[in-house]
């Protein structure tokens, strides 16, 4: 056993103790829709990201157990080689169909996803141009790629603009790839206009959806499809872990693309396939998000009631940011809400930037509108009392 390395594991960890930003991972057991046992307690959750409360849905469960029984626990190897189950070309088949595009590749996660992705298109000579609060796998794949890689201030289309016009001509290929929703912020990215800049520029455009499926565009089809149009997208990626109720991620384009990942991208390639059982469950949710508009409308007006009452600018998404700005002020705020029954996390830097800490709230469409109100009302008299909330991005 090295005595160097603990002493580094160590060392690091007491840094980052010391400025608030060590994590500890908290046994939490999901009980219901909504409810949560964490120590021992009760709590209401305004933290997952399961905005249709689909996880723990009857016909989910009931799709996942047939296929268990059916075709096993495990898919024993990699899509390309054993691992492609027939559940995996239907999910595909219906992913294309909601996101409007001629193919579909599922994938091991939405992280796995973009770190294949990205560098499956991208090479040493290539430009990537990211907005600056987009998710870390994006980053992340942006790297792993071994072109070079520009953040644009985020949402600033004049700063996209700006780096294109001063940039573009130096590289053969060109990506631009934002959250569609953004994940800490929950505003969405003017996609519509981001898409015809990229046309401008032949610059190709990836969107992560991952907060986006199932609960924003009408019919839950992403933010490709908000505001009632259909924008441009040539990538759109996104996970099956947050409204969709499972796991795994999946690339929307067109087939040329699609069949070039099923040959180039190494995070496909080279991890195992999904289990059977995490496929039919995502099948299943999409019966769901299909065949009911109005239950994938809930969430977002479940969050905009509260940003109503909370006198927030409309939510745009399910998700709801309250910006504290200190670290320690908003890990006690956390600790406030809970022992008042509601879990509401902190978010910190390194998820977000430093200065702009925060309470992220999620809204789902079983949460009760009482709770709702008196979350808001104990958040407005005891977290932000004599001050008024903002938004970072506004
Ligand atoms: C959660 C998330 C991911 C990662 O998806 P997983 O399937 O959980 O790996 C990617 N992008 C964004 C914006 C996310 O919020």
């Given at each position: 056993?090295?005595?160097?390395l603990?002493?580094?594991a160590t060392?690091?960890?007491?840094?980052?103790e010391?400025?608030?930003?060590?994590r500890?991972l908290t046994v939490?057991?999901?009980?219901g829709?909504?409810?949560i046992?964490r120590g021992g307690?009760r709590?209401i959750s305004?933290s997952?990201?399961?905005y249709?409360?689909?996880s723990?849905?009857?016909?989910?469960?009931?799709a996942?157990?047939?296929?268990?029984?059916?075709l096993?626990?495990?898919?024993?190897?990699s899509r390309l080689v054993?691992?492609?189950h027939?559940l995996?070309?239907e999910?595909?088949?219906?992913?294309a169909?909601?996101?409007?595009t001629?193919?579909?590749c599922?994938m091991?996660s939405?992280?796995l996803?973009n770190?294949g992705?990205?560098p499956?298109?991208?090479?040493?000579d290539?430009?990537v141009l990211?907005?600056?609060l987009s998710h870390a796998c994006?980053i992340a794949?942006?790297r792993?790629?071994?072109?070079?890689q520009?953040?644009f201030r985020?949402?600033?289309?004049g700063h996209l603009?700006?780096?294109?016009?001063e940039?573009?001509?130096?590289?053969?290929?060109?990506?631009?790839?934002?959250d569609g929703?953004?994940s800490m912020?929950?505003?969405?990215?003017?996609?519509?206009d981001?898409?015809?800049l990229?046309a401008?520029?032949?610059?190709w455009l990836?969107?992560?959806?991952?907060?986006g499926?199932g609960?924003v565009?009408a019919?839950?089809r992403?933010s490709?499809?908000?505001?009632?149009?259909k924008a441009e997208?040539?990538?759109?990626?996104?996970?099956l872990s947050?409204?969709?109720g499972?796991?795994?991620?999946?690339?929307?384009?067109?087939?040329?693309v699609?069949?070039?990942?099923?040959?180039?991208c190494r995070t496909?390639?080279?991890?195992?396939?999904l289990p059977?059982?995490?496929v039919a469950?995502?099948?299943?949710?999409l019966?769901?998000i299909e065949?009911?508009?109005?239950?994938?409308?809930?969430?977002l007006?479940?969050?905009?009631?509260f940003?109503?009452?909370?006198?927030?600018p409309p939510?745009?998404?399910?998700i709801?940011?309250?910006?504290?700005?200190d670290?320690?002020?908003?890990m006690?705020?956390?600790?406030?809400l809970e022992?008042?029954?509601y879990?509401?996390?902190?978010?910190?830097p390194p998820t977000?930037p430093?200065?702009?800490?925060?309470l992220?709230l999620?809204f789902?469409?079983?949460?009760?509108d009482?709770?709702?109100d008196?979350l808001?009302d104990?958040?407005?008299?005891?977290?932000?009392?004599?001050?008024k909330p903002?938004r970072?991005?506004s």
């Amino acid at each position: 056993m090295s005595r160097s390395l603990d002493a580094f594991a160590t060392e690091k960890l007491d840094g980052l103790e010391a400025r608030g930003l060590r994590r500890h991972l908290t046994v939490t057991e999901r009980t219901g829709p909504i409810e949560i046992l964490r120590g021992g307690r009760r709590l209401i959750s305004f933290s997952c990201n399961d905005y249709l409360n689909l996880s723990q849905h009857p016909a989910l469960k009931q799709a996942a157990k047939d296929a268990v029984d059916r075709l096993g626990v495990g898919s024993g190897a990699s899509r390309l080689v054993t691992g492609d189950h027939p559940l995996l070309p239907e999910l595909e088949a219906r992913l294309a169909r909601l996101k409007g595009t001629e193919d579909c590749c599922v994938m091991g996660s939405g992280f796995l996803t973009n770190t294949g992705v990205i560098p499956a298109l991208i090479a040493e000579d290539d430009l990537v141009l990211a907005d600056e609060l987009s998710h870390a796998c994006i980053i992340a794949g942006g790297r792993l790629s071994k072109g070079t890689q520009r953040l644009f201030r985020h949402n600033d289309l004049g700063h996209l603009r700006d780096l294109l016009a001063e940039n573009r001509a130096d590289h053969p290929r060109c990506l631009i790839a934002t959250d569609g929703v953004f994940s800490m912020d929950g505003d969405l990215a003017p996609v519509h206009d981001m898409a015809a800049l990229a046309a401008e520029f032949d610059a190709w455009l990836l969107t992560d959806d991952a907060h986006g499926i199932g609960v924003v565009g009408a019919g839950g089809r992403g933010s490709t499809f908000a505001g009632g149009t259909k924008a441009e997208v040539d990538l759109q990626m996104g996970t099956l872990s947050k409204a969709v109720g499972g796991y795994g991620g999946y690339l929307c384009a067109s087939k040329a693309v699609i069949d070039l990942m099923k040959t180039r991208c190494r995070t496909l390639i080279y991890s195992t396939g999904l289990p059977p059982a995490t496929v039919a469950a995502a099948i299943a949710a999409l019966d769901i998000i299909e065949g009911d508009p109005e239950y994938a409308a809930r969430p977002l007006k479940k969050a905009r009631r509260f940003t109503t009452r909370l006198g927030l600018p409309p939510a745009e998404s399910p998700i709801v940011p309250i910006l504290l700005g200190d670290t320690a002020r908003t890990m006690a705020a956390q600790s406030r809400l809970e022992s008042a029954g509601y879990l509401v996390v902190g978010i910190r830097p390194p998820t977000v930037p430093e200065g702009t800490a925060r309470l992220r709230l999620t809204f789902t469409a079983r949460h009760e509108d009482a709770d709702i109100d008196r979350l808001a009302d104990l958040i407005a008299g005891t977290i932000l009392t004599g001050e008024k909330p903002f938004r970072a991005s506004s």
